[in-house]
């Protein structure tokens, strides 16, 4: 009897769904990707319970004629391709078809359209039954029971207000290009945002007024390629690259091409592990992109990658320096880590290099580069990397001292309002917990705004509202978000800017002492980043480089 069996057509069209569709989110990006294709004006989602109970997407676009609505859920069936050269110039988004059919896999699928020249609309149920139906121009869709013939790729979905939040996202980057579009969204049968204002507005609600009113603002052209940037200051970085919102082509893309481009334009402005918020807007020609290479289409690849980078990074220096942002400043290490350094620096001051008492025995140093220290091994040469040595010593030390403090809170004089996005809003409801156990007494004080009663002790008080912000940039885009794992990326970050650096001049005196000091850690071996702090170049690998073995 063969061991190989070919897989029913039930079966591959899950494992198809499964590539598209792994969670509610892909699925409402499909469904409005298709109705913005349709030339809609106006797009209404529905939602319940984070999309796995019910997904409605109504649009007032074209519509389908009876026979398209049939073929609309059929396997590979679209309407942007005629034949394999038209690959390299796509220009829609969707258009129906494609995501239909793997959404009615995995669905209980509703499809009812209607188009200019029928006097009704038809219907179809689970891609079988089909019915007329009175009804506007446009298309409503309505997925129900998400992935419960699937339980293996649901199971691995998280919360109810995270799998929202994710829809939110996707469709607060939909209103920020599509800018004559309204988006209304509806979760549970309450409203959360209704996008059909200006375009200053929309940018205000996805990243808040406070940030987005001082976005510096450039649009750059040559002969193939636009750039238009809209960019924060330093001081409103954050950890991760989410509010680094990009799209080529208006098709939303997470690209690391795009994301290394600005960091380099920003340059010293930003800590290695921050990012600027923003919105990137690149035109290119169709035939210059390829946007097959990931399932969801998340990502696209360049033909000219170099020509795309440096236009890209030339618009983002020019605006920065339009704005007179000098470089080198540390903009990126924002005043609440400063007053947490403020307030801990006490009682580690001991590990400042130059007040390091303990002398190596040893007086053969050598130091290279203003970067790697060297002293004789018995087994060969011992090197030590200055800044990772320092940096993880100083780690140990705050760690040690912010235990001390940690539990300890500070009730507010007069309790403090913030105003947060939509989106910090959800985080916060999705992590207030964790706030607590950090030491906040926080409450939802209605619509987006919470209030503060009390706060960690190390945190300073004209700095809450940024703190809070940077917690629950944190929580979100972290795999495994806990207590101790936000401490200790907060403490490696300060230990990283509080050290000494590569290319900072020792005294031999002070090289001996920071490594006599390390020499009292024998478990330390790397630092909070993970970069080894020391390696024996061995006698063997000598002889080696020599050709003496």
């Known amino acids: 009897m063969p061991i190989i069996k070919q897989l029913s057509e039930e079966v591959i069209a899950h494992i198809a769904a499964g590539e598209v569709i792994e969670r509610p989110a892909f699925a409402v990006k499909e469904l409005v990707e298709n109705a913005i294709d349709a030339q809609a004006k106006n797009i209404d989602i529905f939602i319940k319970d984070g999309g796995l109970t019910e997904i409605t997407v109504v649009d007032d676009g074209i519509?389908?004629?009876?026979?398209?609505?049939v073929l609309s859920v059929l396997p590979h069936t679209t309407s942007k391709l005629n034949k394999s050269e038209d690959l390299l110039s796509i220009r829609t988004l969707g258009f129906r078809g494609e995501g239909l059919s793997s959404l009615a896999s995995i669905s209980e699928l509703t499809i009812a359209s209607r188009n200019k020249v029928s006097p009704l609309g038809h219907q179809i149920y689970n891609s079988k039954e089909i019915s007329d139906i009175g009804m506007a121009i446009g298309t409503h869709v309505t997925a129900l029971k998400l992935m419960?013939?699937?339980?293996?790729?649901?199971?691995?979905l998280k919360t109810e207000r995270h799998e929202f939040k994710l829809i939110y996202d996707y469709i607060c980057a939909f209103a920020l290009v599509y800018t004559k579009v309204s988006f209304k969204l509806t979760h549970n049968n309450k409203e959360y945002v209704n996008f059909n204002g200006s375009d200053?507005?929309?940018?205000?609600?996805?990243?808040?007024?406070?940030?987005?009113?001082?976005f510096m603002h450039a649009n750059s052209v040559d002969s193939l390629i636009s750039v238009d940037l809209f960019l924060s200051?330093?001081?409103?970085?954050?950890?991760?690259?989410?509010k680094l919102i990009q799209f080529v082509n208006n098709r939303r893309v997470q690209n690391n091409l795009i994301t290394l481009a600005i960091k380099e334009a920003y340059g010293k402005l930003l800590d290695p592990h921050s990012f600027p918020q923003g919105i990137i807007s690149i035109s290119v020609p169709p035939q210059f992109i390829d946007v097959n290479v990931h399932p969801t289409k998340s990502d696209i690849r360049f033909e000219s990658p170099d020509l795309v980078f440096n236009q890209i990074k030339e618009a983002?220096?020019?605006?920065?320096?339009?704005?007179?942002?000098?470089?080198?400043s540390d903009g990126s290490f924002n005043t609440t880590n400063r007053e947490i350094v403020s307030t801990l620096r006490d009682e580690v001051r001991e590990l400042a290099v130059s007040n390091i008492t303990e002398d190596l025995k040893s007086d053969d140093i050598l130091i290279i580069d203003n970067t790697f220290l060297c002293i004789p091994h018995k087994d060969g040469l011992l090197l030590f990397d200055q800044h990772a040595v320092h940096e993880a010593l100083l780690f140990e030390a705050f760690v040690t001292a912010f235990?001390?403090?940690?539990?300890?809170?500070?009730?507010?004089?007069?309790?403090?309002?913030i105003t947060l996005t939509r989106s910090e809003m959800l985080a916060f409801e999705e992590h207030e917990e964790v706030l607590k156990n950090l030491g906040f007494e926080i409450e939802n004080f209605g619509g987006n705004t919470i209030k503060v009663f009390t706060i960690p002790k190390l945190t300073n008080e004209?700095?809450?509202a940024s703190h809070i912000k940077e917690i629950l940039e944190y929580l979100e885009t972290a795999k495994y978000p806990s207590v101790d794992r936000l401490n200790n990326k907060m403490l490696a970050f300060l230990a990283c800017k509080s050290a000494i650096k590569a290319g900072d001049r020792l005294t031999k005196n002070e090289a001996r002492k920071l490594i006599s000091q390390l020499t009292e850690h024998n478990s330390i071996y790397t630092c909070p980043h993970g970069r080894p702090v020391k390696r024996v170049l061995s006698v063997r690998e000598l002889k080696k480089m020599f050709k003496r073995i």
């Open 63 to 69: 519509g389908m004629s009876k026979a398209d609505l």
């Open 148 to 156: 419960d013939n699937v339980p293996g790729r649901k199971k691995f």
């Open 200 to 214: 200053q507005d929309r940018i205000a609600t996805v990243f808040g007024k406070t940030v987005s009113e001082k």
């Open 233 to 242: 200051h330093p001081e409103d970085s954050l950890p991760s690259n989410n």
């Open 316 to 328: 983002a220096t020019a605006l920065l320096t339009k704005y007179n942002l000098t470089f080198g």
């Open 403 to 417: 235990e001390k403090h940690k539990s300890e809170t500070t009730e507010l004089e007069e309790s403090l309002l």
């Open 462 to 464: 004209h700095n809450i």
